[in-house]
């Protein structure tokens, strides 16, 4: 990553406070699908009063990404710093993002393929 910035594509989906995005690198080449969520705590009146106090987040679920662990770190600052921009507003300021990564097994679980996938 020589600049490091990401430029991103985001839609809605068809759930309430999911959306969808696609990261792309300096060289508009596609770097990530996500699925993002943003986490906005209860507004205090709604809670009792010894509540921990809670501050707002995205989970990041990372569907798909060019990322190894040599580009990890890179990926997820590159990202957050995305995310983070885009999401925070005069009302909600979004403090983090917490990556999800699904392990290859549950993929192939939802997919219906066998216990031992050749690959």
């Known amino acids: 990553m020589t600049s490091g910035a990401y430029t991103m594509r ?8 999911v959306y969808r995005a696609m990261l792309f ?4 080449q596609p770097v990530a699908h996500l699925r993002i969520v943003p986490n906005i705590p209860l507004d205090r ?5 010894d509540a921990p ?3 707002a987040f995205l989970l990041v679920i990372v569907d798909d ?4 662990k040599d580009n990890l770190i ?12 885009r999401f925070s507003t005069e ?29």
């Open 65 to 68: 990404a060019d990322i190894n």
């Open 25 to 28: 690198n300096e060289n508009q």
């Open 91 to 119: 009302v909600v300021n979004f403090q983090f993002c917490q990556f999800y990564y699904p392990s290859p097994a549950f993929i192939f679980d939802q997919e219906g393929a066998t216990e031992n996938p050749v690959m």
């Open 45 to 49: 009146s709604q809670v009792p009063e």
């Open 10 to 17: 985001l839609a809605r989906t068809l759930y309430n406070d």
């Open 74 to 85: 890179d990926f997820e600052e590159c990202t957050s710093y995305a995310l983070l921009k």
């Open 53 to 55: 106090k809670v501050q």
